[in-house]
């Protein structure tokens, strides 16, 4: 099944299911089942069970239009960690080694948004950079799982789009700024159910900027596949459902590129993984918003001081 967030009319985000003819607003078809993914990702899997016969029978006064608006298919995950040079090409472009360990560093809920959203080029860098990566959504309580069983832990699969700002990333050891401005995290549209994808390292990966394939790959070229990276973490942490594993990116990477390739303003990004999805977002320029304008003594707008004060 292809889960999703959606925004219903009254603005309010709600649990959905792609189905025949729109997308199923799945607390309104069925009551007892959550109206929130995260939540529904909790149940028990005898409860999970249910959402395939709501789905079928699918009520029509609970069916919305597949062009509702997409939101984070999990909006608020508990932990949404990265994994960096996970491909050899990537790590060969960016002179780094083939990692021994998974280089696991984290991104935040302030990062997440949907298939369709704009994605912002801060006021402070020009070095814009995409990284299209599958990203994994924990759906069982995972603690020292071994990796033969690690993958029943996985409720499924995403694209996912680990924008950086490379100058940021770089400027220090952590990466942790660099890889955390507001919406720097794209994902979507969907999630999509284990079941439905079947084996994870047999996807063809693919990123375009305004229709030019930048990066194409296939994830069979991982380094430490979706099962050694929930094995490998759950040694460390209980991995909880919601929480997203993103497991890297292939190369072609912008900053790798002579002169670098950075995104800008207008320009359509699309991440597309086979039997996962393609997830579509803008970039545009922050815009000048009245929280970054300084204030004067008297706690008025000063107009001449924010169009003085603010420049890249
Ligand atoms: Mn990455």
Redesign the pocket.
Same mark, same amino acid.
């Given at each position: 099944m292809r889960l999703l967030t959606f925004e219903n009319a009254a603005g309010g985000a709600r649990f959905g299911v792609e189905i025949e003819g729109g997308v199923l607003d799945v607390g309104l078809a069925d009551p007892s089942l959550p109206d929130d993914l995260m939540a529904f990702l909790a149940l028990p899997d005898a409860d999970k069970a249910k959402l395939a016969a709501v789905a079928s029978l699918a009520p029509s006064t609970a069916l919305v239009p597949s062009g509702v608006r997409r939101l984070p298919p999990v909006p608020r995950p508990g932990k949404i960690l990265?994994? /960096?040079v996970n491909y050899r090409a990537h790590a060969g472009e960016m002179n780094a080694q083939a990692p021994v360990a998974p280089e696991v560093f984290a991104k935040f809920a302030n990062t997440l948004v949907g298939d369709g959203a704009d994605v912002i080029l801060p006021h402070q860098s020009q070095a814009f950079d995409y +990284?299209a +990566?599958l990203a994994l959504v924990i759906g069982r309580r995972a603690r020292h799982v071994p990796k033969a069983s690690a993958l029943a832990h996985v409720a499924g699969y995403m694209a996912f789009n680990?924008l950086?700002i490379r100058d940021v990333q770089m400027r220090t050891m952590q990466w942790t700024l660099g890889k955390n401005f507001d919406t720097h995290g794209p994902c979507g549209p969907n999630l999509v159910t284990a079941d439905e994808v079947g084996d994870p390292q047999s996807l063809d990966i693919r990123l375009t900027v305004d229709g030019e394939v930048l990066q194409a790959s296939n994830t069979s070229r991982m380094i430490f596949d979706c099962a050694d990276l929930v094995s490998l973490i759950s040694q460390i942490m209980t991995l909880e459902p919601g929480d997203i594993i993103?497991t /890297?990116?292939p190369g072609g990477v912008g900053a790798a590129r002579r002169p670098p390739r950075w995104l800008k303003p207008g320009e359509v990004v699309r991440v597309e993984v086979d039997r996962v999805g393609v997830l579509t977002n803008t970039v545009r320029a922050e815009p000048l918003t009245r929280d970054a304008e300084p204030r004067s003594k008297t706690g008025h707008h000063d107009q001449a001081a924010t169009v003085a004060g603010v420049g890249r």
């Open positions: 990265c994994v /960096g +990284e +990566e680990d950086t993103a /890297g990116t």
